[in-house]
């Protein structure tokens, strides 16, 4: 028995699961990859080791194949006795993090040009405000006065 995480989960290697089950290691090993989602295994690497629910779902996957039962009854008695398991990598978490930062980083970059074309535009106007005014000043008369003279 191998003790894993937990002092009280017997877990097991593929080997001690095909010697237990009367099966080659390599059919063993090809049953948990093509039914990976009914075989959580914990640890990675040399370290990896399985639950007892991977041997109970191998046990059945092997009775399936003695029985001749086609991959999808073998699947459909599966998923009726056990949960599906989804093995998670900390790498993917961190690659997801660091992409969803990179995204986040390029909209504030966006923000901030955007930002700085506003303050362009901003002065832009500020001056050809200031120009208007200096021409209304110049000439000392309403705006509407102004219509009626160039309409003349």
């Not at 699961?17 to 295994?41: C, D, E, F, G």
């Not at 001749?68 to 009854?73: G, I, Q, R, V, Y």
């Not at 993090?97 to 074309?117: C, G, K, P, R």
């Amino acid at each position: 028995m191998v003790l894993g995480y937990n002092n009280y989960m017997e877990l097991f290697t593929i080997a001690e699961m095909a010697k237990r089950l009367k099966i080659p290691p390599s059919t063993a090993s090809y049953y948990i990859k093509r039914h990976s989602y009914y075989m959580a295994p914990v640890g990675s690497g040399r370290k990896k080791r399985y639950k007892k629910q991977t041997l109970e779902a191998l046990k059945a996957i092997v009775e399936g194949a003695n029985d001749n039962k086609s991959t999808m009854e073998i699947e459909d008695r599966l998923s009726s006795l056990f949960s599906r398991s989804i093995e998670v990598e900390e790498t993917t978490t961190a690659i997801t993090t660091t992409a969803q930062q990179q995204q986040f980083m390029e909209v504030v970059a966006t923000s901030l040009n955007s930002i700085a074309d506003q303050k362009n535009e901003i002065q832009e106007l500020k001056e050809e405000v200031k120009e208007l005014r200096k021409f209304i000043n110049k000439y000392k008369l309403s705006w509407w006065q102004r219509l009626l003279r160039k309409d003349k």
